[in-house]
């Protein structure tokens, strides 16, 4: 049987090792420990690239962290859902990363996409919004939830 797939946005390495938010960085330990046998991780070259601008100190961690994830490309097919997501303002201009990622997630058929960004993706009435939107534009929707639903629901 296919392991389902996990995107994990930059969110979520960041959380890892995010001492200023202990519950959180608890939760995304737990993730990260429960879901390495059951899902296949993705991860896109712009998580990379965002993780990469961190301080030295970090991005250490944050490559040791990921090291063995599979790594999706940034293709043309993606950049034209961002920028439907865009000229829609299904996610406004400024936030163009999540827009990036949640095209990596649509357009790979991902079936988890794994966020802390509640303001512009997890939360409820956005993940309404988008999975309104995507159904409407003939679009896949990956279900967007944040690490709990996981360690908390065994999903």
Known sequence: MKR?????????????????????????????????????????????????????????????????????????????IVEIYLKSKIIPVKFRIDAIHMAVAVFYRIDYFVTWNCRHLAGAHKRKQIREFNLRQGLFFPEIIIPTEIVEEGL
Request: a negative charge.
């Open 4 to 80: 389902e797939t996990i995107y994990i946005d930059t969110s979520i390495p960041s959380a890892y090792f995010d001492l200023r938010e202990p519950e959180k960085m608890a939760i995304t330990r737990q993730f990260w420990k429960d879901v390495g046998q059951r899902y296949k991780l993705c991860l896109s070259n712009i998580t990379i690239a965002e993780l990469e601008a961190d301080e030295e100190e970090k991005r250490i961690k944050y490559r040791e962290l990921i090291k063995n994830i599979s790594v999706l490309e940034i293709s043309s097919g993606i950049n034209k």
